[in-house]
């Protein structure tokens, strides 16, 4: 660069084009800059005061000490006290123990300082009403993240590297910015930064591929390797969009079509006539964080047991942070920790439950124990002939066609039981249910719940769920016939 003035000129018109490029903020938007008191974030926070008149935002700053470097570790936060006092920017602070948090886990500090920072933002954007957290990872970091991964082994997604905009709000407006560059805007602006020492520890991954690996192919393969790898993230990002973008327009169509009961599912015969494994892999992915929150990851190796399933040789899988996948009905079910103990409590076993008949369809069954009958068929709207007292449900919402060989429970009620009696799945108890409709105490034990999965979709001669009801789309219906039980 020829001068000072170029360089903080170049370096702000990039930064610029980035956040305008990449769709990263909005006018009056609220911006909180991480700053943890080194260069790039130093440069950060500079170029955002400099730039936050021009776009029409406001602008914070938080830093987080993580505790590790004791004192050194306080006059970080000194030094971010300072500056943000110097820039007339409000200054967000809080401790966190680091190394506890690695010990009680069982994890390295790079992760669980990772965990607590990206903790720390969210409090901060939700107490702060923010829109976004911008935090200072640059061109370099790219370069380091697609290498490491790449290492450790990845799929498309994990090529892209680091994601110039995330869900949560974090956005990365340095990214296109190489780490030499912001040293040298520093310089030219008269700014101080902190050194952490520990960036010289090769402990710890990143700093090895930073000082060591990326060095060595520079020398011996390709001087060029860091705009290398960030042209194959940029490349990677765009692939991997489309795809991620194609499977959430499919997932729409084959997850489990009534989005608010319990659990979150895709079905099996329809899984098995896609023939790009990683389409597979994306749909899987959508439904474990449906189910999980948006946070929520699987490792290849869950995955694979999840494809054991829908191949036939597994039946069930138990995956991180409780969440149970398994074969139900002709679905790949997604359950909750809390939800697959309460299936495993009143659908899977029948301890403690006065009656509990797995039932099928085109069959007549005679219940013992309360001397009623069932039978449940499917059929065709068109052709339906409706008897007096038949239940009718959607089976095309359930999931149940020609082909499958849906397995039905029909069960005593249990205390907690819930029905759903609204369309966007709100539920009821089934006792404040029988308390409105005046059935008399005595009787209510009698009356039985028809559950498929884990939903009750019916009460016989009492309620129907409300979202599994018929409607003007229904092309076929499951119409239940049971006798046995007076109000």
Request: glycine fraction near 6%.
């Amino acid at each position: 660069m020829s001068n000072n003035t170029d360089i903080i000129e170049t370096v702000t018109q990039k930064v610029v084009d980035t956040i305008e490029k990449r769709g990263l903020l909005e006018n009056s938007a609220t911006v909180v800059a991480a700053l943890s008191g080194g260069a790039d974030s130093v440069c950060l926070l500079h170029v955002l005061n400099r730039i936050k008149n021009e776009k029409k935002f406001k602008l914070l700053a938080a830093h987080l000490n993580h505790m590790i470097r004791g004192a050194e570790a306080d006059d970080d936060q000194k030094f971010c006290e300072r500056l943000c006092a110097d820039l007339g920017v409000e200054l967000i602070t809080e401790n966190a123990d680091v190394p506890a948090l690695s010990r009680s886990l069982g994890i390295s500090e790079e992760e669980a300082g990772r965990r607590l920072r990206y903790d720390f933002f969210t409090r901060v954007m939700r107490e702060r009403k923010a829109d976004a957290t911008a935090t200072a990872h640059n061109m370099n970091d790219q370069a380091e993240t697609v290498l490491m991964r790449v290492v450790r082994g990845t799929g498309l997604s994990g090529l892209r590297g680091i994601r110039y905009k995330r869900d949560d709000g974090i956005i990365r407006p340095l990214l296109d910015v190489s780490r030499a560059e912001i040293e040298e805007y520093c310089a030219a602006a008269g700014l101080e930064f902190r050194t952490d020492s520990t960036n010289g520890d090769t402990r710890y991954t990143r700093n090895s591929v930073r000082l060591g690996l990326i060095p060595y192919i520079e020398k011996e393969f390709n001087p060029n390797i860091t705009a290398a790898l960030v042209n194959l993230a940029d490349s990677a990002g765009e692939d991997a969009d489309f795809m991620e973008g194609y499977a959430e327009r499919l997932y729409a169509r084959l997850r489990v079509p009534l989005p608010n009961i319990r659990y979150k599912g895709l079905h099996i015969e329809t899984l098995r006539t896609i023939s790009q494994k990683s389409i597979i892999t994306r749909l899987i992915m959508l439904c474990a964080k449906d189910a999980m929150g948006e946070d929520y990851s699987l490792e290849k190796k869950h995955i694979g047991l999840i494809f054991d399933i829908i191949d036939g040789r597994g039946s069930a899988a138990e995956l991180p942070k409780g969440l149970r996948v398994s074969e139900r009905y002709g679905w790949l079910e997604f359950l909750r920790p809390e939800e697959a103990e309460k299936v495993s409590r009143t659908l899977h076993s029948c301890n403690n439950i006065e009656f509990c008949v797995e039932v099928g369809t085109d069959k007549l069954y005679n219940i013992e124990k309360t001397g009623a009958e069932i039978s449940l068929t499917v059929i065709d709207k068109n052709a339906l002939a409706v008897n007096k007292g038949d239940i009718l449900l959607d089976a095309d919402k359930l999931g149940i066609t020609d082909e499958t060989d849906p397995r039905f429970t029909l069960r005593s009620r249990i205390a907690g039981d819930r029905i759903a009696v609204y369309k966007n799945g709100k539920t009821k108890k089934l006792k404040s249910l029988f308390i409105d409709r005046k059935i008399r105490r005595e009787n209510r034990e009698r009356i039985p719940v028809l559950c498929y999965g884990s939903e009750i979709i019916a009460v016989p001669g009492v309620r129907v769920s409300e979202i599994y009801k018929p409607d003007k789309h229904t092309k076929n219906y499951l119409v239940v016939r049971y006798e046995g039980h007076d109000n």
